[in-house]
T-cell receptor, first 109, second 114 residues
Framework: DAKTTQPTSMDCAEGRAANLPCNHSTISGNEYVYWYRQIHSQGPQYIIHGLKNNETNEMASLIITEDRKSSTLILPHATLRDTAVYYCILTSGTYKYIFGTGTRLKVLA | GAVVSQHPSRVICKSGTSVKIECRSLDFQATTMFWYRQFPKQSLMLMATSNEGSKATYEQGVEKDKFLINHASLTLSTLTVTSAHPEDSSFYIC??????????FGDGTRLSIL
C-alpha cells in the first residue's frame, strides 16, 4: 500500500498558485518525497523531490514540514496545461515507487 | 533531459497471442528498469523490477510466467505478455533508473486484447 495520502481532487484558477498537500506520517528517516504528474494517456513526468529541506526548481516548489510528516507541492502560476493527476511518492534506497491515488488537479480558465 | 522510449504505443491483438513491449533508455544506461500497469481511472501499479543481467523481481500477485521480463542490456528491457486475454488489456508503462536520478518514465503502451 502507498504510504501517502492526498486529496482526490482540487480545482485552481488559471494564473493562481496551486497548493497540493500530501500526508506521509509514517515516513522513514531515509525516505525522500518525490512528486510526479501524469497528463492523460502519458507516462508520469518528474516534478521535484526533497528529503527535509524545501526545494524549488523551474516547475514548482516543495515545502516539507519540519517533522517531515507532510509536504506541499506549489505550482506558482497554474496554467491550463498543468491539469493532471499529481502523485506524491516516498522512496528510499530500493528506488521502488508505490503510487497512491494522487490528486486530480483541474485548472480552470 | 533523459528520455525513455516505449514501443509500441498501442497494440490490438487477438486473445491467445503473445505481445512484446520494448522499453529503451535513449541517452543513459539504466541498470534498473521498472514495469507498471494502469487500469482506467486507477493509479499505476508496480509489476516488477528489472535489473540488467539478472532475473526480474515480481511484486506479489504478478504472475512471472504470464509477464516475461528480459533486461538484456543497459538500455533495453522487454515485457512479454504471454497468451494474452481480454483481462490483460491495460496501459503498461516502463521507467528507467539512472543511478541516483529520479525515475524517467516512458509514454506507455495501450494494450487491447479482443
Amino acid at each position: 500500500d502507498a504510504k501517502t495520502t492526498q486529496p482526490t481532487s482540487m480545482d485552481c484558477a488559471e494564473g493562481r498558485a496551486a497548493n497540493l498537500p500530501c500526508n506521509h506520517s509514517t515516513i522513514s528517516g531515509n525516505e525522500y518525497v518525490y512528486w510526479y504528474r501524469q497528463i492523460h494517456s502519458q507516462g508520469p513526468q518528474y516534478i521535484i523531490h526533497g528529503l527535509k529541506n524545501n526545494e524549488t526548481n523551474e516547475m514548482a516548489s516543495l515545502i516539507i514540514t519540519e517533522d517531515r510528516k507532510s509536504s506541499t507541492l506549489i505550482l506558482p502560476h497554474a496554467t491550463l496545461r498543468d491539469t493532471a493527476v499529481y502523485y506524491c511518492i516516498l522512496t528510499s534506497g530500493t528506488y521502488k515507487y508505490i503510487f497512491g491515488t494522487g490528486t486530480r488537479l483541474k485548472v480552470l480558465a | 533531459g533523459a528520455v525513455v522510449s516505449q514501443h509500441p504505443s498501442r497494440v490490438i491483438c487477438k486473445s491467445g497471442t503473445s505481445v512484446k513491449i520494448e522499453c529503451r533508455s535513449l541517452d543513459f544506461q539504466a541498470t534498473t528498469m521498472f514495469w507498471y500497469r494502469q487500469f482506467p481511472k486507477q493509479s499505476l501499479m508496480l509489476m516488477a523490477t528489472s535489473n540488467e543481467g539478472s532475473k526480474a523481481t515480481y511484486e506479489q500477485g504478478v504472475e512471472k510466467d504470464k509477464f516475461l521480463i528480459n533486461h538484456a542490456s543497459l538500455t533495453l528491457s522487454t515485457l512479454t505478455v504471454t497468451s494474452a486475454h481480454p483481462e490483460d488489456s491495460s496501459f503498461y508503462i516502463c521507467s528507467a533508473l539512472d543511478r541516483d536520478q529520479p525515475q524517467h518514465f516512458g509514454d506507455g503502451t495501450r494494450l487491447s486484447i479482443l
